[in-house]
């Protein structure tokens, strides 16, 4: 069965750090598009960051300079590593992944994604 599992989420202050990470284990798309998108109450499910087949990387303005994504191909994981947290990161943050190599820019959605994890929650306190 085609399974993504998030882990890492937490509460945390504002400017605090906390890292994410995705089992891929039973996910045998690995070198194709994946990302992370998260969810507040009340919002949109959003792009937070992704990879491509390539290893190109695209960030959400919001998020750029502080979040860090990666593929770690030896423990088959999509990691998020975030710092400097603010209040307006809180949501519900998912692991998703497409078959294609390309990775539509994070601002563009959901779209195409058809693998999702159940989540990880992320609350941070100002």
């Known amino acids: 069965q085609v399974q993504l599992v998030e882990s890492g989420g937490g509460s945390v202050q504002a400017g605090g750090s906390l890292r994410l990470s995705c089992d891929a284990s039973?996910?045998?798309?690995?070198?194709?598009?994946m990302g992370w998108f998260r969810q507040a109450p009340g919002k949109e499910r959003e792009g937070v960051a992704t990879?491509?087949?390539?290893?190109?990387?695209s960030y959400a303005d919001s998020v750029k300079g502080r979040f860090t994504v990666s593929k770690d191909n030896a423990k088959n994981t999509l990691d998020l590593q975030m710092n400097s947290l603010k209040s307006e990161d809180t949501a519900m943050y998912y692991c998703?992944?497409?078959?294609?190599?390309?990775?539509?820019?994070?601002?563009?959605?959901?779209?195409?994604?058809?693998?999702w994890g159940q989540g990880t929650q992320v609350t941070v306190s100002s």
């Open positions: 039973k996910y045998p798309y690995t070198t194709y598009c």
């Open positions: 990879t491509n087949g390539g290893g190109i990387t």
């Open positions: 998703a992944g497409k078959t294609t190599w390309y990775c539509p820019q994070p601002g563009a959605g959901v779209r195409g994604y058809n693998y």
